[in-house]
């Protein structure tokens, strides 16, 4: 790896990566080439906008957008933004449309409005190339008496009451809507477009979890069925993505509690092409799961991120390769007496796979993070031939960070080579949010996280730092 650099000049100090919720940053970045990149951005006075980056820092063009971001997508020469704004009751969600070149702002209306009894959850639809495709829209069984974004996964999220998908022009023009059949009872998994334009649901119903596939018309033309006894509504968020090989494979890594009140996990392979589903072995989190890790030290990191693997989540899975990888960090919080909450993040932990779901290998970085703000508790992750490249944030010492970039050969299954970045004139205080790097073709831009206003934080700026490979 070259020697990293500082680029500020040209990115304003008072602008930083958009994000809605933990580890968000990465699904608001929108690449349009292998150097250039669309990002959601925050600025001062509760303003928003879009700006389009290239591997050098340098901004070609910055348009605000009036409000918080609901997400993005390409169509052709032009992105289409949907956005809400933050006091709107109603459910009115409004669309901006941009031209890609220049940032001229073409379209500014109100895209649909959502009016029920039920809180809904609202998800953007790109395919793994970044081609808006439809906007999921999902009531769930939690009532109110006014619009609110679904979050969480309290049980009467899980639960969908109607779930529709709807499609959109380059002029930001409703042009279709269908239903999605979810059972109400069930419990949502997520949902993902493939390069097709279909569209895979998820669900977990009674003892199994099913996928189901519909075409761009809404005419469901698959569905498969693998059996899943756990206890009800015990599943932090799973990770879904697409196999970049074969777009009828969607592979979904998913963490439980067993009957027996473990917390365990496994992979599941859904084959549409062969019309089967395929199960990982169960791994069981906890003491024993981390004796049988290869855990890699690393001078001025802090150890103990062995320490309460129950804890340990999906963060990612990587299906580009001969293998499949499950990127894994344990995250968890307590509250003092006082009433300030710390948020941990321990370890970062990769699972191999052959494409057979068959466990090959694990491996991890023991580390451990800490801080009084739930930011930098994601992963950067980036696939470069048979590299792969991570970022990553741990404790130095007291009140000091260390921020890495982890190289993996995914061949040997290892890691090859871990670099503590160069903070410059930052203070050792200063951490990257790792999932907000932007990742390009031989370099990536790390996002260093700067809260304003001391113990009451206003806002968060941001400082990028260049890194070539």
């Keep these: 790896m070259e020697q990293a650099e500082w680029v500020i000049d040209d990115v304003s100090s008072d602008v930083s990566i958009f994000h809605h919720d933990d580890n968000s940053f990465n699904k608001g970045i929108l690449y349009i080439s292998s150097n250039e990149a669309l990002i959601p951005v925050h600025l001062k006075k509760k303003e928003w906008g879009v700006m389009r980056i290239n591997s050098n820092g340098k901004v070609l063009w910055q348009t605000n957008i009036a409000s918080n971001i609901l997400g993005m997508g390409r169509m052709k020469e032009k992105v289409i933004v949907f956005f809400k704004e933050d006091n709107d009751k109603e459910g009115l969600i409004k669309v901006a449309v941009l031209d890609i070149g220049s940032g001229e702002k073409l379209e500014e209306k109100t895209a649909f409005g959502y009016a029920g009894e039920h809180g809904a959850e609202i998800l953007i639809q790109n395919t793994s190339i970044g081609d808006f495709s439809h906007i999921i829209i999902r009531s769930t069984g939690e009532k109110g008496g006014y619009f609110r974004m679904a979050t969480g996964r309290q049980e009467s999220n899980l639960q969908t009451t109607k779930c529709e998908a709807v499609f959109f022009d380059d002029a930001g023009n409703l042009t279709e809507r269908f239903s999605l059949n979810i059972p109400k009872e069930s419990e949502f998994l997520g949902t993902l477009v493939t390069s097709e334009k279909n569209i895979c649901v998820i669900y977990k119903e009674a003892e199994q979890i099913a996928a189901s596939m519909y075409d761009a018309s809404g005419k469901l033309s698959a569905s498969l069925q693998t059996p899943f006894a756990v206890r009800k ?14 777009p009828k494979k969607i592979w979904l890594s998913i963490r439980y509690v067993t009957k027996d009140k473990n917390a365990g996990h496994r992979l599941i392979n859904f084959d549409f092409g062969a019309r089967k589903a395929t199960v990982s072995e169960e791994e069981i989190f906890g003491k024993e799961y981390g004796r049988s890790i290869q855990f890699e030290e690393v001078d001025k990191v802090k150890k103990g991120g062995t320490k309460d693997l129950e804890s340990l989540q999906p963060t990612a899975i990587l299906a580009n390769g001969e293998n499949i990888i499950v990127i894994k960090e344990a995250k968890y919080s307590f509250t003092s007496d006082r009433g300030s909450t710390r948020y941990i993040t321990d370890g970062l932990i990769l699972s191999f796979y052959n494409r057979q779901a068959k466990h090959l290998k694990t491996i991890g970085l023991d580390k451990t993070y800490e801080a009084f703000i739930p930011l930098g508790r994601s992963v950067g992750y980036h696939m470069y031939g048979k590299k792969l490249y991570l970022t990553t944030v741990a404790l130095a010492g007291i009140g000091a960070y260390s921020n890495l970039l982890c190289i993996v050969d995914t061949d040997a299954m290892k890691f090859e080579q871990f670099t503590i970045l160069d903070r410059g004139r930052l203070g050792r205080d ?18 260093y996280i700067i809260p304003v206003g001391g113990l009451m934080i206003r806002e968060f700026n941001a400082v990028l730092q260049k890194i070539n490979f």
């Design 233 to 246: 509504n015990t599943f932090s968020d799973p990770t879904i993505q697409i196999d970049s090989r074969d």
């Design 430 to 447: 200063r951490a990257i949010e790792p999932a907000a790097t932007l990742w390009f073709e031989k370099s990536a831009l790390a996002s």
